[in-house]
């Protein structure tokens, strides 16, 4: 099972009016919350994450895995979207993702984002869509649904 992550809006709440809090080691602090219903997530389904946050690239894996665990986030795999010299939005990314594993049995997976623009996403992937309020970022209620999709729900067919 796979979790693609995004970061901003996601696990760090975007307040326009007010700076982010950061940790010691330069990237901003998680919310207490988003920390707490993304480990529920990582418990309750042993699911991998998937960065696909615009910093993505910023750090290797072995960073991102101590921004995690700084954090308090237990995470039991990490990857990141590859980057490509194209300039693709998260939507393209996401769907470029998706359609490069199709061939090999896609497993299950949800999309965690604060980015409306990834309603335009194909059904047979928006459906594992879980959209964040920005300014709130991920809670129980959604760390719910996600579980929900990761457990019950089979991937659609289809490429885009």
Do not use: C
């Amino acid at each position: 099972m796979l979790i693609l992550l995004d970061i901003d809006g996601v696990m760090v709440p975007a307040n326009s009016w007010r700076r982010p809090e950061f940790h010691e080691d330069g990237f901003p602090v998680f919310s207490d919350k988003a920390v707490n219903a993304l480990n529920r997530i990582i418990t309750e389904t042993n699911a991998k994450v998937i960065l696909t946050t615009s910093h993505k690239s910023k750090y290797s894996i072995a960073k991102w895995k101590a921004i995690f665990n700084h954090r308090g986030v237990q995470i039991r795999g990490i990857e990141k979207l590859s980057n490509s010299k194209i300039m693709y939005d998260r939507k393209d990314e996401i769907v470029t993702w998706f359609n490069k594993r199709k061939d090999s049995d896609v497993e299950e997976f949800v999309i965690i984002d604060d980015d409306k623009m990834l309603n335009g996403l194909p059904g047979f992937i928006k459906e594992n869509l879980v959209l964040t309020s920005p300014s709130i970022g991920l809670t129980d209620e959604l760390a719910q649904d996600a579980i929900d999709k990761l457990k019950h729900h089979k991937v659609g067919g289809g490429k885009f």
